[in-house]
């Protein structure tokens, strides 16, 4: 397609991305398509993310981190499937602040991420936008067939885990808008996270073979939970006391009068890229062990019940959940 | 990921959207992915176009064919490829004007062309930005194994065509700023053709079967051959005499008085969404025979030579052609 400035459009993917291409099915980005060979025994699993400058990352935010968190909130959502990713199409907007040692930046970014987490990019689209950059990734991984884990199969019975810490991504956002004041260093963690959160990728054959349903803690994790309720048709009940928090936000933590709130904040932030997970009762061991394995920190915050909704409680008290409240912050 | 009114997103996905979701593969749009299963003997094509309001489509567009073109233009992208399109992910960044109505209208483009081409949508995202709106789609598509038409294959000897006619896009974008005076049946015809293509794929597998290269043409007649000509390391001769006109266009040409100019112009115009190919000579019956078969105009163009370029000949003379100015309009 024509678009504004078609000279550096070529430019950036015969010089900056061609190189991140896969050396095969990419065709080396001069095909219009890519080309994936059939691989029997598997399913293809697909997820499609956008983010758009000042909605979902801060016009400060520096670019090189900005193709991280793309490509990072996109293999959340495949972790959290059990699948394996190899690869991603992207579509860039570039705004007029990106010029070639921005787009350099971005592409640095993808770079380092394709080697962190063993992608190769497939194609794409690049094109110019009058307003703030935005980019969608649509990311491809392999799930052994028919075993991909869905929001569906939690059962009365099973327990609820989520994986790493939650609250980071909500203080992150705090922190990296410097309204937070904890010590420099923590500080720096928030905002670490908030801008490249850690995917729990390695995880994902773990939670193919021992959840029964799967969700990533995008939206915040009750929230994510209550997705989970409603989709499999059952109750979900968790506490907030054994919420997994980080150094840096134990410490935030650790300064509010009022626990209650601060948990609940933390637990309805998002954009934490957890994986939040339903298993039968039999399986928390395995769980456990593979997550020692992986040197990942796994919590039991509840479990399964029949019923409906999603009810959290602190100090025994279910807490008055506003529903329309827990789609988001 | 969050977003600015994140209601609407989810009651945007929820009613409008999910009823277009694949029956199986789709999941009802509930579980952040989408689920293929393998398909041995085949290839899975993938391509990715992005469009941006006043950039790809004019804001006075209306929504359900800039639905309908962004499909078409990914359709066409697979059709030059000889692949049978299935399903696509969608990821929508709304702009301030994309109110209820407005969604409604783009859905019910999608609906339209999802019927028209036998495709459903697997998945996606839709987010809210202050700047103009803006979509992308990843198309996918079965070729059979290893039959996926390249831009490489074109060898000396091989004859030169393209499907349907050529120079509609250009006069169809004036025709839509109203930067032309023809009959309003003429301009009517010119901006349909602007705002909703049609991509060739009932030819794919026509394509497939016959084409030793194939690009679509979107960015100009001339610069997709050139395109062909760099990738197989052949040249690449055609005649501009015998360039196929839409009645319409066929109207505006015989206005014109430099009838060499008026045919460079179309030729490099773009936007024409037709396949352009290479054959052995000793296809071209069965091109032919296909291309009547599906009603679809098919014009021998030129031939490919040993050596490399793109050669556009206008009464026997080869015209200047200054390299950038191929790479697009």
């Known amino acids: 397609m024509p678009s504004v400035d078609v000279a550096d459009e070529f430019e950036t993917i015969a010089k900056l991305l061609a190189p991140l291409a896969h050396p095969e099915w990419?065709?080396?980005?001069?095909?219009?398509?890519?080309?994936?060979?059939?691989?029997?025994?598997?399913?293809?699993?697909?997820?499609?993310?956008?983010?758009?400058?000042?909605?979902?990352?801060?016009?400060?935010?520096?670019?090189?981190?900005?193709?991280?968190?793309?490509?990072?909130?996109?293999?959340?959502?495949?972790?959290?499937?059990g699948a394996e990713p190899f690869g991603y199409l992207l579509a860039c907007h570039w705004s007029g602040r990106c010029g070639w040692p921005e787009r350099e930046a971005f592409v640095a970014g993808l770079a380092k991420d394709q080697a962190e987490f063993g992608i190769h990019l497939l194609g794409g689209d690049t094109v110019v936008t009058p307003g703030p950059a935005s980019f969608s990734v649509t990311m491809l991984g392999w799930a052994a067939k028919g075993r991909t884990v869905g929001r569906a199969g939690a059962r009365p019975g099973d327990l609820v885990f989520v994986t790493g810490t939650i609250g980071d991504g909500v203080l992150g956002l705090m922190a990296a808008q410097a309204r937070l004041s904890l010590a420099p260093e923590r500080m720096a963690a928030l905002v670490r996270h908030y801008r490249t959160p850690m995917p729990r990728v390695a995880f994902a054959p773990a939670v193919g073979d021992l959840a029964t349903a799967s969700v990533d803690v995008s939206d915040g994790l009750i929230a994510d939970l209550a997705h989970v309720a409603r989709a499999s048709g059952v109750r979900i009940e968790i506490d907030l006391e054994p919420t997994p928090l980080s150094i840096a936000a134990q410490a935030w933590f650790d300064d509010r009068v009022d626990a209650e709130a601060a948990l609940s904040m933390l637990a309805t932030g998002g954009d934490d890229y957890e994986i939040a997970l339903t298993c039968r009762p039999e399986a928390e061991t395995a769980l456990r062990r593979e997550a020692d394995r992986h040197h990942l920190r796994i919590t039991r915050m509840g479990k399964v019940t029949a019923g409906q909704g999603m009810a959290a409680r602190y100090g025994g008290r279910v807490l008055e959940l506003n529903q329309g409240g827990w789609t988001h912050r």
């Open 26 to 81: 990419g065709r080396g980005l001069r095909d219009d398509v890519a080309v994936l060979p059939s691989r029997p025994g598997f399913d293809l699993v697909l997820t499609k993310d956008a983010i758009v400058e000042s909605v979902h990352f801060l016009a400060t935010d520096p670019l090189d981190t900005v193709a991280q968190k793309l490509l990072r909130v996109n293999l959340s959502d495949l972790a959290a499937k």
